[in-house]
């Protein structure tokens, strides 16, 4: 049942943007390594092979929020941004190519076990009939890309692969629909946990491959 936001609450674009500030991929020291001109050319390959797995296949994260979605508002923002991660999921395949094999890791098969799980509790997020949850989990995904496109150019540079320019929602457009999403307090909730769930899900990522590389080096 929808309510009326507290007043004296932070704003909801506040809230989500400080959630992907903290809790997303931004600062991971495996991530950050990838920027490094030092940089393992076998952690950009795992890096890069392990997020197609995750979000280079169709559906994606995008794809299944608009199917799941009944909010008219919304429409304009997720065709935006299944655009944007198009060209997001063309540019992972070519890096993956471009960076060569996945490297052999003790541990391999709990790997793809690991990734596998966290592919599908992706989907089960994208595909939530919560009213609120799979946009959450979409909002989360454009809001933390930037910061692992970032370190994924770097690493195409080195390769001389160019990035293309991004395309994803603009940061006014995404909080216009948070802000409007937030216009109910049950739709925020749910929102919240999408975002604060698919963020988790990349930070495992994260550890997982820091692992990896660790297991590499030792």
Known sequence: MGGVINATAPAPWSVVSS???RDGSAGHPQLTALAR??????????AAHYLCILHARLPGVIEHAAAHSDFDFARGWLMDAAAGFAQE?????????????????????????AIAAQRHAIEM??????????????????LDWPAIRASLDAA???LTLAPPSPALPEPAATADL????????????????GVEQLLAQ????????????EARAG
């Open 89 to 113: 999921r063309a540019y992972l395949v070519a890096l993956a190519a471009a960076a060569g094999p996945v490297p052999s890791t003790p541990g391999q098969a709990n790997t793809e076990a």
């Open 19 to 21: 959630l992907a500030s």
């Open 125 to 142: 997020l994208a595909q939530s009939e919560r009213r609120g949850c799979a946009l959450g989990a979409a909002i989360a995904l454009v």
């Open 178 to 193: 948070i802000t409007l999403l937030a216009a109910s307090r049950g739709v925020e909730r749910a929102m919240l946990f």
């Open 202 to 213: 990349h930070r495992g990522l994260w550890d997982l491959l820091e692992a990896r590389s």
């Open 37 to 46: 001109a030092a940089c393992d050319a076998r952690d950009v390959a795992d």
């Open 156 to 158: 195409a540079a080195r």
